[in-house]
T-cell receptor, first 114, second 112 residues
Framework: AQKVTQAQTEISVVEKEDVTLDCVYE???????LFWYKQPPSGELVFLIR??????QNEISGRYSWNFQKSTSSFNFTITASQVVDSAVYFC???????????FGQGTRLTINP | DTAVSQTPKYLVTQMGNDKSIKCEQN?????MYWYKQDSKKFLKIMFS???????INETVPNRFSPKSPDKAHLNLHINSLELGDSAVYFC???????????FGQGTRLTVV
């Protein structure tokens, strides 16, 4: 069965601090896809990144970086030099190769204080 | 030029009523979805359609009926609304089942 766990329910940091959001997943499939989405206070869901199970390269996009480690079934997300605009709920999600649906984690509410 | 658009954005209605939420995507995607986000922010799949064909019906009460008149549209009709149906409903689409889904802005349904 597929499962995604985001153990951090809420994180609060001061602006310019670095922050890492944890994501641990479970799947029996050998081919799968991992995602991160951002839900700002306005409510929409914004796609951030997709990672395929056969590509363990870490990714950096500006202040955002993602660390994918199959050995620990983790796909963590780090924001460097956080800004108030980064305040949002962040969701990690998993899709097995054979599945037609995203399975989401519980979300982590990130608050960046000025 | 919104990619996935839902209407209405807000819906307040009384118990027992029937309501519909419309969704359209202009991305040329083959697969569309309905997700429900509850008050604790938990997101769960309800339905998935591929080329107008129902692929997933995730144990949703049959008061909920999706309809896909064409690949670009997936509407959600809800009969006999109950208090527990209050949630945010998101429509989404993806080019195929392996790729990321793009979401509409959500419809906040409040049943009173």
């Amino acid at each position: 069965a597929q499962k995604v766990t985001q153990a951090q329910t809420e994180i609060s940091v001061v602006e310019k601090e670095d922050v890492t959001l944890d994501c641990v997943y479970e799947t029996r499939d050998t081919t799968y896809y991992l995602f991160w989405y951002k839900q700002p206070p306005s409510g929409e869901l914004v796609f951030l990144i997709r990672r395929n199970s056969f590509d363990e390269q870490n990714e950096i996009s500006g202040r955002y970086s993602w660390n994918f480690q199959k050995s620990t079934s983790s796909f963590n997300f780090t924001i460097t030099a956080s800004q108030v605009v980064d305040s949002a709920v962040y969701f990690c999600a998993l899709k097995d190769r054979g599945a037609q649906k995203l399975v989401f984690g519980q979300g982590t509410r990130l608050t960046i204080n000025p | 030029d919104t990619a996935v658009s839902q209407t209405p954005k807000y819906l307040v209605t009384q118990m027992g009523n029937d309501k519909s939420i419309k969704c359209e995507q202009n991305l040329g995607h083959d697969t569309m979805y309905w997700y429900k986000q509850d008050s604790k922010k938990f997101l769960k799949i309800m339905f998935s359609y591929n080329n107008k064909e129902l692929i997933i019906n995730e144990t949703v009460p049959n008061r909920f009926s999706p309809k896909s008149p064409d690949k670009a549209h997936l509407n959600l009709h809800i009969n006999s609304l109950e208090l527990g149906d209050s949630a945010v409903y998101f429509c989404a689409s993806s080019s195929d089942r392996h790729t990321e889904a793009f979401f509409g802005q959500g419809t906040r349904l409040t049943v009173v």
